[in-house]
């Protein structure tokens, strides 16, 4: 990584990941610690619903892969481990051998918030606002969830109870920092930042299709990346599916790739997975 020649990939991840994995506390309904392992389970069908940290620094027991499997099984829930690049073969054989398989793979993009970077952001497109929201005004609060998260649901699903609870409660969270774009007044995209333990994390970002490329996503992107610095964040960072649109708009405002993380799932009968009623 040419923007950080004093970090590994390693090093970037022990510092990433467990900030990753204390994400859902405050946010989702359960969190418990076993081993290095964070979980979590928010509803069936949840994006909560998940485990960080397995096979960071150590492999784990198998004692502690059963007591993995049981918190999400005794919740009807398939269990979803978020693991890095970095994790043992040895650890994955294990996991293979208990009928977990690669569900996605993600990468995780940073751009350090120096002044080069982050000084002088391009001039929006003249139609385009992007302005703050205040987490503690109800309506305005429930429009950028509606926003935000309108590229994880089907068009026109309505956003459910328990996926609302939940942004809501992350978007509380200190250090949180919200945005809403508009165009003629229509609010068209959202996202969120949170500041913590060095990083600013990018996350909760959509745009309404009719108004995508036309530079929302990246005028979100600046917005965040600005806040995050005034909050005395050195580094940017964002979760990405490989090849799609917030890679794409990340690479062009100069973020790199952090390291590789891959999701792991153990299907079985009567277990609900992510997104699933």
């Known amino acids: 990584m040419t923007c950080m020649p004093r970090l590994t990939r390693r090093d970037l991840a022990l510092r990433f990941e467990p900030v990753q994995a204390t994400a859902m506390v405050g946010i989702a309904a359960v969190c418990e610690q076993i081993g290095e392992t964070s979980v979590s389970f ?3 069908g949840s994006w909560t619903n998940r485990a960080v940290g397995l096979g960071l620094t150590r492999a784990p027991t198998p004692g502690e892969i059963d007591a993995i499997d049981a918190f999400f099984a005794s919740r009807g829930v398939v269990p979803r481990l978020e693991l890095t690049a970095f994790v043992d073969p040895v650890v994955l054989r294990a996991l293979a051998s208990r009928g977990y398989t690669l569900a996605t793979t993600m990468e995780l993009l940073v751009l350090p918030l120096d002044v080069m970077n982050v ?3 391009p001039a929006l497109a003249a139609e385009i606002e992007v302005s703050r929201v205040d987490a503690a005004d109800d309506v305005a609060l429930r429009e950028h969830c509606e926003v935000a998260s309108s590229g994880f649901r089907a068009d026109g699903a309505p ?3 328990q996926e609302l609870e939940a ?52 005028a979100l992107i600046d917005a965040r990346i600005h806040a995050g610095r005034a909050r005395g964040g050195p580094l940017a960072a964002v979760i990405s599916a490989p090849g799609g649109p917030t890679e794409r708009n990340a690479i062009r405002r100069g973020f790199e790739l952090g390291y590789a993380r891959f999701v792991l799932e153990r299907r079985a009968e009567g277990l609900v997975g992510l997104g699933e009623a």
């Open 159 to 161: 956003l459910a109870r």
């Open 119 to 121: 000084a002088a952001p």
């Open 167 to 218: 942004l809501v409660a992350a978007a509380r969270l200190d250090g949180t920092d919200l945005f809403i774009a508009r165009v003629a007044g229509e609010p068209v995209g959202a996202g969120s930042c949170r500041t913590r333990s060095g990083f600013v994390t990018l996350f909760g970002t959509s745009v309404r299709p009719p108004f995508r490329r036309r530079g929302v996503h990246r």
């Open 42 to 44: 928010g509803g069936k």
